[in-house]
């Protein structure tokens, strides 16, 4: 069994490698080719915690089969702790017999970045060049670096509710990616400043509340909800979903079950399933279309699933065997 730290996924997968692992994974989902189950949620309510179990299968010329435990204790920081710790095991699935342990933390950083990168290009215009990024927590860097990838940035803003925090991250960013890519990194005072000039928005925060208006958004801009995950998150503004000309989800019934940015505005009879153009993985599949011209408003909505991390995690396990990275617990 091969364990993999953080430093031993960064060394042999890369934000492209995940953007490619999840298309396939999402293109099985669409597909019907992945078993996932409900994810099962236990209450730790003595040490005000929460422990989450995702296990998948996706069937393929590569099968791929794990489970994603990830636990949420808020007051894991007092500890000298991440409040939201996470593990992934992978199985051989000819087999049955866990075969790598890793680090979970990191895969969902990644593969949750290469989920928006695969969405912004498949959806966003090629000649894409400012971007907006709200939000500066622990999945921001992965979702800098997924656009960063996919699309020829020459500005990226910076917002967050802690100007100081926006501040210090794009002086990481730039530390961090300068060398790579030809972009400034900006940190901004209010995302509604520069919300009708950008190409690309992306909001991966918690709020309960929209993080920039919507009827600023130009005509041909692309946006991700990253963040919100709950019935009652809800980071996207209605406004900006009414006057989209294609929505599209990375599953269906996840979000329309998590996803407040959706759930609430359906629920309030502000849209309804009509406005919605099917998943990512269909898209993939040509089995719907996406943007069809330059002009038109189109969003990406994740709550994440199981699939994308077994097949990620599978894809990392292969590479990292390869090349002989990891330690090996016998």
């Keep these: 069994?091969?364990?993999l730290t953080a430093?031993?996924?960064k060394k042999v997968f890369s934000m492209r490698q995940a953007i490619e692992a999840d298309r396939e994974a999402l293109s099985l989902y669409s597909a019907g080719r992945a078993d996932i189950p409900l994810r099962t949620n236990i209450d730790v309510?003595?040490?005000?915690?929460?422990?989450?179990?995702?296990?998948?299968?996706?069937?393929?010329?590569?099968?791929?089969?794990?489970?994603?435990?990830?636990?949420v204790y808020p007051d894991n920081p007092q500890k000298d702790l991440p409040s939201v710790p996470a593990t992934m095991i992978t199985l051989d699935a000819t087999t049955g017999?866990?075969?790598?342990?890793?680090d979970g933390t990191y895969l969902t950083q990644l593969r949750t970045g290469a989920i928006q990168g695969l969405a912004t290009e498949l959806l966003s215009r090629s000649n894409s060049s400012q971007a907006l990024l709200i939000g500066t927590g622990g999945q921001a860097m992965s979702q800098l670096l997924a656009m960063l990838t996919v699309r020829p940035l020459k500005k990226i803003y910076i917002y967050d509710l802690d100007q100081k925090r926006a501040t210090d991250f794009a002086q990481q960013a730039a530390k961090k990616f300068s060398r790579q890519f030809a972009a400034e990194f900006l940190p901004i005072a209010d995302p509604d400043q520069v919300v009708a000039q950008v190409d690309i928005i992306t909001t991966v925060t918690t709020s309960h509340r929209a993080t920039?208006?919507?009827q600023l958004v130009k005509s041909g801009t692309h946006i991700n909800g990253i963040?919100?995950?709950?019935?009652?998150?809800?980071?996207?503004?209605?406004?900006?979903?009414?006057?989209?000309?294609?929505?599209?989800?990375?599953?269906?019934d996840g979000v329309l079950a998590e996803a407040g940015d959706i759930?609430?505005?359906?629920?309030?009879?502000?849209?309804?399933?009509?406005n919605f153009t099917g998943e990512l993985g269909q898209l993939i599949n040509k089995k719907i279309l996406g943007r069809t011209s330059q002009n038109q408003i189109t969003v990406f909505k994740t709550v994440g699933t199981a699939a994308v991390d077994v097949v990620a995690a599978d894809r990392i396990v292969k590479a990292a065997q390869q090349a002989k990275v990891g330690t090996i617990l016998n």
């Design 1 to 3: 069994m091969r364990y």
């Design 212 to 214: 920039f208006d919507g």
């Design 97 to 102: 017999v866990v075969n790598a342990v890793l």
């Design 7 to 9: 430093a031993d996924i």
């Design 263 to 274: 759930i609430q505005p359906v629920e309030k009879r502000q849209l309804s399933k009509n």
């Design 227 to 252: 963040g919100a995950y709950t019935p009652d998150m809800c980071e996207m503004p209605t406004e900006v979903l009414q006057k989209a000309d294609c929505i599209i989800f990375d599953t269906m």
């Design 45 to 71: 309510p003595e040490h005000n915690g929460q422990s989450l179990y995702m296990p998948g299968y996706v069937s393929s010329s590569q099968p791929a089969l794990g489970i994603k435990i990830v636990s």
